[in-house]
């Protein structure tokens, strides 16, 4: 498979190992249980995850992706990294940052493609989403919520415009077509930790004693639906659910995205496997539910709406592989490498979380992973990106977003 810009990458082997899992997590301190994390860290990832494109696509069968640009000796990426429909149009690290009064927020620090140096450059937004196309991105500036919304040229690196709301918004995301925004309203920081809202954490101590530790404010208000063209922005009232599971996961965020036509919304339950979807004016919509909706995973639809990714699959036969599954059935589909799957280059191939073939051990390498190229028909993989580093709470830990370019 050949790489623009650079020479032919030859595809490598899955990796084999007995047993491994990505048990992705935010960074937080170690004080919090581990197996209290990766009980919730799936539910987690499908709230706060990653913008993915659902729309467009390659006609069915294509055994080979058009267009890859692979930086597989660099982690965190310095230039563009893209196969097919998709691309890393940013990448983020987290960071506890203490505040006044013993609070803290779990801040993220934006890398964003800059389409002048073609590069990706460190901002100062709070948050970020980049619009299909990757010309525009939305940012949010300073300590969430914020009253304003800013558009920003990805050329110029400037913002065009703000638009104002009346509540503060502490997330955005654009619609599958670039022409409406979501933006979720909270009361407090999302992702912040306060002392007044403690949460229990067992052996946080030295000594291995329970201790009440900072915990997150369930603080969501609702959510706009705004108009990009004309910046006209329609308030919904949907405040967050209060529940124990959304603490113990650590975050207060419960964002809203798009559903893969851009006709409804939903959120992520946290209380079991599920979703909730809405309408664009905030109307519950009862809609029949499918198996694919009962996954704890994030679930990311094939451009052509017939397949979704599925979990790990627990290293069958040896190797470390993902389900993929029929979006109407649930049932398999195909088995494909990697750990967690991302997003869909085309109809029949992914990007992938994959970890180091040579040290993929459970308690040991599995964190080491890269990003990497998979298809539906094979076992090869093509690196994308470098390896990670092995430590999950590594301050650099960085996590892609996947635009349509």
Known sequence: ?????????KPEQSPRSDDSTEREQRSL???????????????????????????????????????VVARPDQSPPREL????????????????????????????????????????????????DVAPGMKTAAVLEGDLPVSRIGLMNLSTGK???????????????FSPDGERLVATTYSHHPDGLFQDAPVRVEGASEGGESQDMPGPKQSRTGFYVIDVDSGQAEFSERPAKKDSLAAMAGTGRQDFGWSRDGELLWEQRLDRPGRNYYDVNGRLKPLPQQKTDLLLTPVVTSPDGKLV??????????????????????KRSAVVPGQQLLAWADNTHLVAWRCDPSQCEPG???FRNQLVLVGLDSDEVTPLSGFRKAEVDYAGRWTPVFTRR
């Open 309 to 330: 990714t599925g979990g790990f699959a627990g290293g069958e036969d040896g190797r470390i592989v993902s389900e993929v599954l029929d979006a109407k059935t649930g």
């Open 159 to 173: 913002v065009q415009r703000w638009i104002e709301v009346d509540k503060g918004v502490g997330g955005v995301q």
């Open 81 to 128: 990294i893209a196969a097919g429909q998709v691309a890393v149009s940013a990448y983020y690290t987290t960071q506890l940052v203490q505040q006044p009064d013993g609070d803290a927020v779990n801040g993220r620090e934006w890398s964003l493609y800059n389409a002048a140096t073609e590069r990706y450059e460190k901002t100062d937004w709070a948050w970020l």
């Open 1 to 9: 498979m050949l790489c623009r810009g650079g020479t032919a990458i």
């Open 364 to 366: 040991k390498g599995e």
């Open 29 to 67: 301190p170690r004080r919090r249980s581990r197996g209290l994390a990766v009980a919730v860290v799936a539910v987690v990832a499908a709230v706060i995850g990653v913008s993915v494109a659902l729309t467009g696509g390659d006609p069915e069968g294509q055994s080979e992706v058009s267009d």
